[in-house]
Nanobody, 120 residues
């Protein structure tokens, strides 16, 4: 089993910065990557960033240049640093990890979500 715990989030003003953290635990031998999605009432779950086979993170166009994802492979953690936040960034942010099992099937596991609210 794989378990993810997110921390961070909260209420900030437009232009502020905020960081989220994600700690994965369990059977992570076959880990293939980690990343973040977000979801709000107006948009379906939207992919934000990920680090997979390649060490360089990839970003959605909506956050590129403002958000930075990092990953500590040894600690099985991921972080998302968000800058220049605007009201459109308000959402629940979900961390995920992709793990290949002994059956060669890659499964995605999700964190519990962290609320980020940007409001003046």
């Amino acid at each position: 089993q794989v378990h993810l715990v997110e921390s961070g989030g909260g209420l900030v003003q437009p232009g502020d910065s905020l960081s989220l953290s994600c700690q994965a635990s369990g059977d992570l031998i076959g880990i293939r990557g980690m990343g973040w999605f977000r979801q709000n009432s107006q948009v379906e779950r939207e992919w934000i960033a990920s680090i997979g086979r390649w060490p360089e993170p990839e970003y959605a166009g909506s956050v590129k240049g403002r958000f930075t994802m990092s990953r500590d492979e040894g600690a099985n953690t991921a972080a998302l640093t968000m800058t220049s936040l605007n009201v459109e960034d308000t959402a629940v942010y979900y961390c995920y990890v992709d793990v290949m099992g002994t059956d060669a099937v890659i499964r995605r596991y999700w964190g519990q979500g962290a609320q980020v609210t940007v409001s003046s």
